[in-house]
């Protein structure tokens, strides 16, 4: 298994950086930067991508709604080109508290749009002359709709490959599925490793089924937080509001994808409680009802014999990189933890 982790979407960004520098020398494979309501994640990409030498870099994620496809795919031509061949393409529909409550724009047919995106990202890529009418995304934009003087393009530039890596943040069935049959990677939130299967499996062997043998096996990205030791238990406590805000805050009730998957995980009344408390502006409560079972299975905490365990459940449950969240404080922290997750992995 690779080894990847996130920036703090909420600030310390030169922080943050500085710890990539430093992880990247003891073996780290991969960093995320995400995008939520918070910086745009691509100015940080590039200047990532000038700090760094040999790690990856993906997006975690762009929402598919606040670019254009076309755009998108220029903005990862030329972050792969300014890192030299490092760059993955998050993607993600985000939920619509964000693209409606920040973006002002519909949030609507999350998979319809997603597959189109692809198919226009990749011919962009390949400097084809953009041709694409779909449902959601006409290019060029048919003359009865605007000027009648849009032509077909293709980019000016020769990206470094013509086939960047995609990698879709999905939850639900259907798009599951999708990610299977169309995508290089998935990144599921919250991953319990025992009760995956139970509730991807199907959509997952269904995708794959339709799957280009081109695009190769389905990389699965995990986030489990990580501390690694004999008195780390309570640092599990650290992942509460987290859980709290996307189980419970993430949307109204009826609209909140986290809370359906911990439905479907078997915490149908914990994720009722932590919604309800949340949304009446107990949050502190909220956290305190997550399920420590829940927090012990989706994260890599403990000594190191119960963490080469975990390992050993996330690799039976078909992850091939664990993008983690050191808890301990401090950079020496933090760095030795993904060292010593290295030295687990073997």
């Known amino acids: 298994m690779r080894i990847g982790t996130g920036i703090n979407y909420s600030g ?36 990532l991508a000038a700090k760094t030498e040999r790690v990856e870099l993906a997006s975690g994620i762009f929402q598919i709604y606040t670019r254009t496809p076309s755009l998108t795919a220029m903005t990862a031509a030329g972050l792969d080109f300014v890192s030299g061949g490092r760059f993955t393409l998050g993607l993600g529909a985000s939920g619509p508290q964000v693209i409606e409550g920040f973006h002002g724009v519909k949030y609507d047919a999350p998979l319809g749009r997603t597959r189109e995106i692809i198919e226009i990202c990749r ?6 002359r953009v041709v694409h009418d779909g449902k959601h995304y006409q290019i060029p934009l048919p003359a009865d709709q605007g000027t009648g003087l849009g032509k077909p393009l293709k980019l000016i530039n020769h990206p470094v490959r013509e086939r960047i890596p995609i990698l879709l943040a999905s939850l639900g069935p259907k798009n599951v599925a999708l990610t299977a049959e169309l995508a290089e990677g998935w990144e599921p939130i919250f991953f ?21 043998p081109a695009l ?27 859980l709290a805000l996307y189980i419970g805050g993430m949307g109204a ?53 119960y963490v080469k365990e975990r390992l050993a459940a996330f690799a ?31």
């Open 192 to 212: 319990h490793p025992e009760k995956a299967a139970g509730v991807w499996g199907a959509s997952l062997a269904e995708g794959k089924a339709k799957r280009d």
């Open 12 to 47: 310390g960004f030169a922080e943050s950086v500085a710890d990539i520098v430093e992880l990247e020398k003891v073996g780290l494979d991969i960093a995320f930067v995400p995008e939520a309501y918070s910086f745009d994640a691509v100015s940080q990409l590039g200047y």
């Open 316 to 346: 039976e449950a078909g992850v091939t990189t664990l993008n983690v969240s050191p808890l301990l404080p401090g950079r020496e922290a933090r760095v030795a933890a993904v060292a010593k997750l290295k030295e687990l992995i073997g």
């Open 216 to 242: 190769g096996e389905l990389d699965v990205y995990a986030a489990p937080a990580l501390a690694i030791g004999e008195d780390v238990d309570h640092l599990l406590d650290q992942v509460r509001p987290l």
């Open 123 to 128: 011919q962009v890529w390949r400097r084809e």
């Open 253 to 305: 009730r009826g609209r909140n994808f986290y809370n359906d998957l911990t439905v479907r995980y078997g915490y149908e009344a914990e994720a009722k409680l932590i919604q309800d408390l949340y949304l009446d502006g107990k949050k502190d409560e909220a956290a305190a009802a997550v399920p420590v079972e829940l927090l012990r299975a989706i994260s890599l905490v403990g000594p190191a014999g």
